[in-house]
């Protein structure tokens, strides 16, 4: 089959996904599942062979972040209710004062967006955001979009986060390069998205509130658990990730203290301790009963049984395109293209994600088929990830659910809508590809 037949089989897929999603409202897993069998048809897999397909796509992801996401999902409850939240943002909040309120709000969404889903983040951090507003007689939008663009950065670059997670794995990434690259990448684009657009966006003082959102039942700052112990919760996943990387050139590959730490270092484990680290210093130590702690706990994976299930069904198309060699023909044809593997790389990840409305799943989906350029064009693979992380962040369409959750929460127009979330998004993953690419000119 020729490479330019294969991607239209693709891209068929994807306009076949778009259409049940929007015109037929299926739910995303039987839009995933429908699009992947079709595209695996088209392919010419085997008929016997695409069960198999099937379900080795969905436990491809399931098996590896069904446990990262359940963690993070558990970690972000028990910061909200034992306040450890509040106590980041009065902390940050107090040191920066108003003039750098901007910066410590951004630094907030990150630490948010890296610790907990991104939903979760957005609405731990909105009625906090709100409140901080109104006591500083600050337009509320203008704090609303650098804590907005901090949340989604975080989300879409960092492990342990799902996206992230499975691009490092697809693309055979050092999780150490990943966190040191991304920060020179989120570094320019925090400050265009969240420090230049609310400054330079016209209207931005006089975009209406009907929001429905209640600004945060403050706890009493005494009853708060430590700064100290509220940042390093959800920090624990990267600090061990960071250290496994670190030790592994120092110590040897087979030295016993390098098996160790990357034992410690690895996803799961790193998410088990921080979960543990959570339920004990933010639960069971501030007077939670076991019963409470259990519920909790239960309450905490059940809101997020939807999310797991549509990121393992996307899986699906993944697996078709490594199976029929879809990435191979699109590296065949992107040979003659004169840009670089990074723009193409990050441009159908933006499309997937365009299309399907879901960062992780573009991500995902955009893995399977831009995989071999890592090694046809001998390309740093951390570099690869954070340009398809940029590529999922992008800018998103009125179905998309960060379109929705921003539009909604605040109670603003499609046209406000588009002006803020849109704009943010689309700056926040043009700044990072352009430092991805600036990067690329020096590390290989």
């Known amino acids: 089959m020729s490479p330019i037949l294969s991607l239209t089989w693709v891209l068929l ?47 491809s992801i399931m098996g590896h972040l069904a446990l990262i ?17 509040q106590q980041i943002a009065d902390t940050v909040i107090r040191r920066c004062g108003t003039r750098y309120l901007s910066v410590g709000l951004m630094f907030i969404g990150v630490i948010f967006g890296i610790a907990m889903f991104y939903e979760v983040a957005f609405l731990i951090a909105m009625p906090l955001v709100m409140n901080i507003a109104k006591k500083a007689n600050i337009p509320y939008m203008k704090l609303v979009i650098p804590t907005v663009v901090g949340a989604t950065m975080g989300h879409s670059l960092f492990p342990p986060q799902p996206g992230p997670v499975a691009l490092i794995s697809a693309f055979n990434a050092d999780i150490a390069q990943v966190y040191l690259y991304g920060v020179l990448v989120i570094i320019p684009a925090l400050f265009c998205a969240g420090i230049l657009l609310p400054k330079f966006l016209p209207g931005i003082k006089n975009i209406p509130l009907n929001s429905m959102i209640k600004p945060v039942a403050e706890l009493d700052p005494q009853s708060l658990p430590s700064f100290k112990t509220s940042i390093m919760v959800p920090l624990i996943p990267a600090i061990l990730m960071i250290l496994a990387s670190i030790i592994k050139p120092l110590a040897g590959k087979g030295a016993l203290l390098t098996q160790l730490c990357a034992f410690l270092g690895s996803a799961e484990i790193s998410m088990l301790i921080a979960t543990c680290t959570a339920i004990w210093f933010l639960g069971i130590k501030r007077g939670m009963t076991a019963d409470t702690v259990t519920q909790n706990v239960s309450l905490s994976i059940s809101q997020i049984a939807n999310v797991l299930f549509v990121i393992s069904a996307g899986g699906i198309l993944k697996q078709v395109i490594i199976d029929s060699d879809v990435g191979d023909s699109i590296v065949h044809v992107m040979s003659s293209v004169p840009f670089s ?5 990050w441009l159908i990840t933006a499309v997937i994600r365009i299309l399907t409305g879901q960062g992780a799943v573009a991500a995902i989906t955009s893995a399977g088929i831009v995989a ?15 340009a398809v992380a940029c590529g999922s962040n992008t800018i998103t369409l009125m179905y998309d659910g960060g379109f929705l959750l921003f539009k909604e929460t605040f109670g603003i127009s499609m046209k406000d809508t588009f002006k803020t979330w849109g704009l943010l998004e689309l700056i926040n993953s043009v700044v990072g590809l352009g430092m991805v690419l600036l990067l690329s000119l020096w590390i290989h």
């Open 13 to 59: 897929g994807i306009a076949l996904l778009v259409v049940l999603n929007l015109k037929y409202k299926f739910h995303n897993i039987f839009s995933l599942l429908i699009a992947g069998v079709l595209v695996a048809i088209l392919e010419g897999i085997p008929l016997d062979k695409i069960v198999s397909t099937v379900q080795q796509g969905i436990g």
């Open 69 to 85: 996401i359940i963690f993070g999902a558990v970690i972000g409850k028990f910061m909200t209710e034992s306040g450890a939240s």
């Open 341 to 345: 593997p990074f723009v193409i790389a």
């Open 372 to 386: 071999p350029m890592v090694g046809a064009f001998h390309l740093n693979p951390a570099l690869m990830v954070l």
